[in-house]
């Protein structure tokens, strides 16, 4: 007897939930699971600001998958997939066989939403995996070597376009790291700039005012530049240009304005809206009920209407829910309809200073900065229990 | 009354052992000697192919000047020479007035020949100081970050132009730094390719062929490509271009292959071959009695007159005599004529690996090795006797 193929696309926040939920809940022989990842490793999307400003090495970002899932329970396949074909159910890989699937499970995360701005995709760094953040460190530091060779100030002025929650991590974690960096390349530290550059009229829209205005001051007082309301209107190979023409000159260039969802989801024909699939209370794709879409790929709109933003907290609330879902269905059971509960927010500035909201209580400084971290270790704790946060976490 | 001013130009070997000299011989008042660099550090020549490598931090190939010479008795000054005016007995800073000197000793150090290699200075790295090893650290360790995100061969393969003594003590670091770098950058060690192209029949000319074949099979089993009797025509910005038209593609070329003297040396109208001057055995300058010239500037010839090469021996040696002479000169006293004692050489190849001749006594591998530390140390001890080599030294 043949039982029910899963296949989870994707070892981010939801997919690594969902394959742990199912390997929890699911007894021998009650479902083949096939988790696909393009890399061996599962990264934590919410640190990669740190190996990104290198005030925290990469590898702390990440955890060998191996190490977390049980692979006589979750086949897990390294694998980079190129299509998903929703009439023949099958998922096509880059070096394998195609994939069939009874139930599939697409957590592809995101890729950067350029909102049109021209030269972005080809001279911006993004802050998007492992690969991306080590590069972004190495460049950064390749500039800041050549600084003494060829005294140009665009090789050490660093722009960060968009002051949401990404911009402003990565800007703290700058600010914590140019003191060292300075020293390591014999330049003065005042030389240095570090402008923050967002289109709305408020850095971390929608975060509370107070604490938006404490973050601001700190990162200031810190020399950072904010240059709010002000469109960025074009990238170049030697900086950007605002809109209305003035260029500022800058050999790293990190945009952190916007993700939009996986282009092999808007390739498979589900609807999308910027690439994102608007779900089911079931997290189910419109139209396909044996798709589920979950984390950055996914759509979830509150009780106004209005979209939540893709965060880890969302993605991994996501696939908790949806492992317990799947279980239940192939024992021809009831699903239960998700619903997001928002548990609260922490921004980090660095090393030592946060802001956070959690319940109706904000935080600011050092107790925010540790609420972050506890955060941080309860992923792990999600992931691997008591042993791995023993291994792999920091307070 | 005043007294005789000595000018140095350059804390290198030559100069700075000429100051120390001075140091020690002089009384009070008796002369007034400065010291121009154009850095507040001395950097040990011998030991940049390491953190040209990455292999050791570049803090380990430099010594704060003010930490080797006294201050009291030596005016240091840090600044960039702009010109040697001979005929004024002035020379030219960048941000200060003219020095005036009674007595100049030149130990401007070297610079790349490139022998009409075109895009040479344009598109190569060279190993020179600590700007410049620094950034051939980064620029290398940036290219392999970039691997893993845009998958060019080109990325990962380094070209190394001189197979002279330089080229195979750097190409020795970087077989030594690999697998660290791959584990880093989670690139397959056996992808990296290091190709040392020289136009003369052999590596290492003039070496003791037992000890270049030792040198060479060693390299060779670590995976090293060797390219003799192969001279590069051009090196464009994607790698370089050899005699014949065939083209290796490398986003990292280092050029080892040759120095010439400091440019300001022949713009000031003393007589120079490939910018160096062929001094007399007072290490004067032909037709300039006041006018001395030390390392890699200089040009000594040996009793079969073929000019030693530039090493640091000989700009020690040199340094150490024209201390005494000057001493001597402003006393009133009889110069003594240099003579070079040549007392060995080793090449490093890598932190285990060596190859020399000390007398008429060839060693490799771990002897040979240990030999290079001692000889590095040596030089800790003539600049600040045994506390600086209880600080700075390593075996």
Known sequence: MSVPKIVILGAGYGGLMTAKGLQKELNHNEAEVTLVNQHSYHYITTKLHEPAAGTSHHDHARLSIASVINTNKINFIQDRVTAIKLNEKEVHLENREPLKYDYLVIGLGSAPETFGIKGLLENAFFIRNIDSVRMIREHMEYMFARYQNEKKEELITIVVGGAGFTGIEYVGELVDRMPELCREYDIPLEKVRIINVEAAPTVLPGFDKELVDYAVKYLESKGVEFLISTPIEECTEKGVILKG??????????????????????????????????????????????????????????????????????????????????????????????????????????????IGVVGDKKYVGGMAAFLKKVIDLRWLFLLGGVSLVLRKGKL
């Open 245 to 354: 023409g003035k260029e500022i000159k800058a050999a790293t260039v990190v945009w952190t304005g916007g993700v939009r969802g996986n282009k092999l989801v808007e390739e498979s024909g589900i609807e999308t809206m910027r690439g994102r699939v608007k779900v089911d209370e079931y997290l189910r794709a419109p139209g396909y009920d044996h798709v589920f879409v979950v984390g950055d790929s996914s759509l979830v709109f509150n009780e106004e209407e209005r979209p939540y933003p893709p965060t880890a907290q969302m993605a991994t609330q996501q696939g908790q829910h949806l492992g317990k879902n799947l279980a239940a269905l192939i024992r021809g059971g009831e699903m239960k309809p998700f619903k997001y509960m928002p548990k609260g927010t922490v921004a980090s500035l660095g090393r030592k200073e946060a």
